[in-house]
């Protein structure tokens, strides 16, 4: 365990956010490459959660919590500075660290605005109540996002997708774990 790194339990509802990519200076701070376009999760907690890489040396095994002290946009990445982490040496320690945050503490959303990670799972039917599928996964194709969705024909997955843009989609709910859209079963 590296010194000063407290032992934690992962909250239920922490989502996987970025990862460590490098020590950045002397001081302790380190880069991030989130996994976010707007990485805003990142910067409204100020406690992250962090699991060794999956792959490569690992310099401290289950989970740690870290205390943000400070997180800024820098480049295409995020610099953070934390309260357990004094000097690079430190910092290098936390390369390819995954990087978790409550779920929680996200930004509330603004109207029709909505996390990609409320998305997955939900259940997709058009207009007629005719089930197409359920979101595996969102595409971001740069103009659009696109709704990735699996379902089964005669017993065998197959994938619909679903550009995820006013024209198509008529309604989220949320609570009902459901969306409706504007398409048909053999489009």
């Known amino acids: 365990m590296l010194a000063g790194l407290e032992s934690a339990e992962m909250p239920a509802d922490a989502i996987e956010v970025g990862r460590i990519a ?4 002397i001081k302790g701070w380190f880069k991030v490459l989130p996994y976010s376009a707007d990485p805003e999760a990142l910067f409204s ?5 962090l699991l060794p890489t999956e792959k490569g040396a690992k310099t401290f095994e289950g989970c740690v919590r870290l205390v943000i002290k400070e997180a800024k946009e820098h ?7 934390a309260q357990d982490v004094p000097d690079r040496t430190a910092a290098e320690a936390l390369r390819g660290a995954r990087i978790f945050v409550p779920r929680a503490s996200f930004p509330t959303a603004a109207a029709d605005e909505y996390y990609w ?16 599928g359920t979101v595996r996964e969102l595409l971001s194709t740069g ?16 994938e619909r997708m679903i550009p995820f843009v006013s ?16 398409w048909q079963t053999d489009y």
């Open 22 to 25: 490098d020590a950045w200076g």
């Open 167 to 182: 024209a198509y989609v008529d309604d989220v709910d949320l609570s009902a774990r459901r969306i409706r859209v504007d």
């Open 75 to 81: 480049s295409d990445s995020v610099v953070a500075s």
């Open 117 to 132: 990670v409320d998305l997955l799972g939900l259940d997709v039917v058009n207009r007629q109540d005719e089930p197409l």
């Open 45 to 49: 907690s100020k406690r992250w959660f």
């Open 143 to 158: 103009p659009q996002t696109v709704l990735v969705l699996e379902y089964l024909e005669e017993g065998k997955p197959k």
